[in-house]
């Protein structure tokens, strides 16, 4: 176990990056805390796996350093760096059995059978696989082959960080939600500090405990779900997670207080501009709007009932706005009144939160 | 009434292929089984003699002579070629500018006729005016494949092994190449030793081509003609005398065409059922 530092870590995959696009991660300073529950959240393409490699030393960062607890271990390769790591796709050693498989990280570092076979006994335990011990790998179905990957990223109790690169993209939809879960439990149990990369926001959700949101290349937010969720730091998070994802609308700030079109918003605290900032708005979720006798008048353009709520398209002169109101809330007919949860509306200078 | 849903108009888009599979393989068959069981003393007259040339080829000594340096034969260039061409295979870069040269390469010996391959093979191997032969002799060791035995067989060898070990190399190098990343990334993750790379990934990866690879030079091995003709032409004595050239001496120069056609039934169904054992054996493994 351990805590791991990344230290202004850089990386291209060129020889001569030039323009700021050349680089495939771009300035890093990330502290993961020991035995923390992460979920690496971001678009494909965006630098996630490119960040795994470079944690599990299977790729040279182009500067920066990567230290575990107060160890440089930039230069050291992979093997020595006491890690593990699932793959998207699963990764089986077709020729051995399911046991010979799991048990391959813990021969390899030459670890006494007999503690490689309680070890395997347990990790088959964990994830409900007992049975299957026996069977030569390579007859099994996705689903089976991702769990003995995931056995084989469990099973040494010695490693500093787990991680797991989407892992679950080749499994059905029922049993994603069960691995999850699983996942989540022995996170719990095991208590190793675990990196879960995901495309997926439930996923991301669900796993972790603090969630990092990555964009091209830059880490643009680090949160629990609720700060995610409440105060995005980037309109990028906004807009990615949360279904519908947030609002976005253009602003002028007056006295500190944004307005939209003529309509002034008093949120909780002024707002200082940057001197350089080129394009401001306004970011407010769905969940924290409502309709009121007063406030912004819309038009009410469609009405889609997904359940147990429903989500409300409106506009305001061709601007368009998305709430979500509960099931027992009225709306009204064809125009009403918006009002912000003003606690709850944040505003954005080329992307970035002003607090 | 059900009704018939069966169109037999179908088999008229079959009949192009039937036609000429007929006149390339079923019709020139048939009259080599034609000949298998007649005798002919020329002038176009036959004599039925029934399964008398089978009888006679399976017992002749000469039969199983040429049968034993063929299966020897093959036996030993597919130890040489299967292992090398995967080492070389395993040598080759992964990517980069390099690896078109090194296919290019590798693909020159396979793009060469075969009478030319056994062409330059003998005039190298002289050990009078060939550059390998005067090297060999030079080295202090008395080597003349025109006259020695075991000398011819080391050339021959060798000049199969120069001519094929890139068809493995490039079935092997298409194997490797298929193999995802992240099963090296996996492995590293694992500490697994480069032995352990090549026993659990490679190697299993590399079963299906190397299936193939064993196939095609089994088959093509053992029906070789052009390359020792030219090179050795059966010599010294009969001592590289494969089959195939055993067969056509047989045909042509003796004329026993009815011996001959029994030689060749027996050789091809050879063939068959060893590539038949080869597949089934290597296909029931794949399954469990």
């Not at chain 1, 870590?9 to 680089?23: F, I, T």
């Not at chain 1, 230069?75 to 793959?87: D, K, L, T």
């Not at chain 2, 697994?192 to 091995?221: E, G, H, N, Y």
Request: with cysteine; aromatic share 10%; proline share 5%.
């Amino acid at each position: 176990m351990a805590k791991i530092t990344l230290d202004q870590v850089r990386h291209s995959y060129l020889d001569h990056p030039e323009s700021p696009d050349d680089w495939a991660l771009k300035e890093l300073d990330v502290v993961w805390s020991d035995g923390g529950a992460y979920a690496l959240l971001g678009p494909s393409g965006c630098g996630k796996t490119t960040l795994l490699n470079v944690i599990s030393g299977l790729l040279q960062p182009s500067h920066g350093r990567v230290l575990f607890d107060d160890r440089d271990v930039t230069n050291v390769p992979s093997e020595h760096r006491e890690i593990a790591q699932v793959f998207q796709f699963p990764v089986v050693y077709d020729t051995m059995t399911v046991f010979d498989n799991r048990a391959f990280p813990l021969r390899n570092r030459g670890i006494p059978e007999a503690q490689v076979k309680s070890r395997v006994e347990e990790i088959a335990r964990m994830l409900d696989l007992e049975a299957a011990l026996g069977n030569r790998a390579s007859g099994l179905t996705a689903d089976g082959k991702q769990k003995i990957s995931l056995g084989r990223g469990l099973v040494r109790s010695d490693v500093n960080v787990i991680m797991f690169d989407e892992p679950l993209t080749v499994i059905d939809p029922h049993l994603k939600w069960q691995l999850r879960s699983k996942l989540k439990e022995l996170q719990q149990e095991v208590g190793a500090t675990m990196i879960y990369v995901t495309h997926d926001q439930t996923e991301a959700l669900t796993f972790a405990d603090k969630v990092v949101v990555m964009l091209e290349g830059q880490v643009v937010q680090i949160g629990t779900p609720e700060e995610l969720f409440d105060k995005p730091g980037h309109t990028f998070v906004g807009h990615f997670i949360g279904s519908p994802g947030m609002n976005l609308l253009p602003c002028e700030i007056i006295d500190g207080f944004p307005s939209f079109l003529g309509h002034k918003l008093d949120i909780a605290q002024a707002v200082d501009v940057p001197a350089d900032a080129t394009r401001m708005e306004i970011g407010v979720r769905p969940e924290f709007l409502h309709f009121d006798s007063k406030g912004l008048p819309v038009d009410i353009v469609r009405v889609d009932d997904v359940g147990r709520y429903r989500i409300v398209e409106v506009s305001h002169k061709s601007h368009a706005i998305k709430l979500v109101t509960p099931e027992n809330v009225p709306i009204p007919e064809d125009k009403g009144h918006l009002a912000f949860d003003l606690t709850k509306t944040h505003v954005y200078a080329d992307g970035w939160i002003i607090n | 009434m059900i009704d018939k849903t069966v169109n037999q108009r179908a088999w008229f888009l079959v009949l192009p292929v039937v036609v000429l599979v007929a006149f390339n393989a079923l019709i020139p068959l048939m009259t080599v089984v034609n000949y298998s069981v007649q005798e002919t003393f020329g002038n176009n007259v036959f004599f039925f003699e029934g399964v008398k040339w089978f009888e006679q080829i399976l017992n002749s000594e000469r039969f199983h002579a040429s049968l034993l340096r063929q299966l020897s034969f093959t036996g030993i260039i597919l130890l040489i070629e299967i292992p090398l061409g995967v080492a070389i295979a395993l040598s080759m870069p992964k990517k980069g500018p390099w690896v078109s040269v090194c296919l290019v390469l590798m693909a020159l010996p396979l793009l060469i006729p075969w009478n030319v391959v056994g062409a330059m093979w003998n005039i190298f191997a002289l050990p009078d005016i060939g550059l390998l032969g005067r090297m060999i002799n030079g080295m202090g060791f008395d080597y003349n494949f025109t006259q020695q035995p075991l000398a011819a067989w080391f050339t021959t060898v060798l000049m199969d092994v120069w001519h094929w070990t890139s068809l493995v190399v490039l079935l092997a190098y298409a194997g490797l190449s298929s193999i995802p990343d992240a099963y090296y990334q996996a492995a590293r993750i694992d500490g697994a030793s480069a032995w352990s790379v090549f026993r659990f990934i490679q190697l299993p990866k590399l079963k299906r081509v190397l299936t193939i690879a064993i196939l095609l030079r089994f088959m093509d091995s053992f029906m070789i003609y052009t390359e020792p003709f030219v090179l050795t032409g059966g010599g010294p004595g009969n001592t590289t005398t494969f089959l195939s050239i055993d067969l056509v001496k047989i045909a042509l120069g003796q004329f026993d065409l009815g011996p001959a056609a029994a030689m060749s039934l027996i050789y091809f169904l050879i063939i068959l059922v060893m590539s038949w054992i080869f597949y089934t054996l290597m296909m029931r493994n794949e399954e469990q």
